[in-house]
């Protein structure tokens, strides 16, 4: 049986206000719902380690989803970091800010880590993915058109790898694809399926 046949039985609840990730999840056939906008100040301790930031705002964000979960719910949230030379880059506050980000970005290798948080009213998991990422050399006109036309402001790293700076900037990609969008979706659909059966590791190596 295929996984979204699997899941009809599960009231699937995606707490993100990302719409790649709607439209990820989405284009995977499993139903979900989105759920209703509420408020999770992300902030992380100074000393966590750069890639166990993504995941473990992941979970913060399932905990302070406002609702009890029924029995039959999953409840999906995911965060999306960027790191480059040991530094998180989070969302630029402003176009000047993005313009520096993807400077600094220009002719360099990032990685880009997704965490994930599945959470049912019994039982967690937690996962992360990543992808390295690499920048061709950008001119300082190709940063301000993209910045002004796109305006990535709600995007860690100030970039979209689907908009038409990964067209005309990436060099190369190590790892998902998806995962640079904001959901590593080959990895979701498995973990969901160790999740739902209940197994306590999901063998991905």
């Known amino acids: 049986m295929l996984l979204h046949d699997k899941l009809k039985s599960y009231d699937i609840v995606l707490a993100s206000a990302s719409p790649r990730r709607r439209e990820l999840l989405r284009a995977t056939g499993i139903e979900y719902r989105?759920?209703?906008?509420f408020e999770c100040e992300e902030c992380y301790?100074?000393?966590?380690?750069?890639?166990?930031?993504?995941?473990?705002?992941?979970?913060?964000?399932?905990?302070?989803?406002p609702e009890a979960l029924a029995l039959n719910q999953i409840l999906i949230t995911a965060d999306t970091t960027v790191i480059l030379d040991?530094?998180?880059?989070?969302?630029?506050?402003?176009?000047?800010?993005?313009?520096?980000?993807?400077?600094?970005?220009?002719?360099?290798?990032?990685s880009v880590v997704t965490g994930v948080t599945l959470r049912m009213a019994d039982r967690e998991r937690?996962?992360?993915?990543?992808?390295?990422?690499c920048f061709a050399p950008l001119s300082d006109e190709q940063i301000s058109h993209y910045v002004a036309t796109?305006?990535?402001?709600?995007?860690?790293?100030?970039?979209?790898?689907?908009?038409?700076i990964g067209y005309v900037g990436i060099e190369r990609i190590e790892g998902s694809f998806y995962n640079v969008m904001g959901l590593p979706v080959q990895r979701l659909c498995r973990e969901l399926e160790c999740f739902i059966e209940a197994l306590p590791e999901c063998c991905l190596g």
């Open 150 to 164: 796109y305006r990535p402001l709600d995007k860690a790293g100030a970039y979209g790898i689907q908009e038409w």
């Open 34 to 37: 989105l759920a209703p906008k």
């Open 45 to 65: 301790p100074a000393t966590l380690a750069k890639e166990d930031v993504a995941p473990y705002l992941s979970r913060l964000k399932s905990y302070a989803y």
């Open 86 to 110: 040991g530094e998180v880059l989070g969302k630029p506050a402003d176009e000047t800010e993005a313009r520096a980000m993807l400077a600094r970005l220009s002719g360099a290798e990032h």
């Open 126 to 133: 937690t996962f992360s993915s990543v992808s390295k990422v």
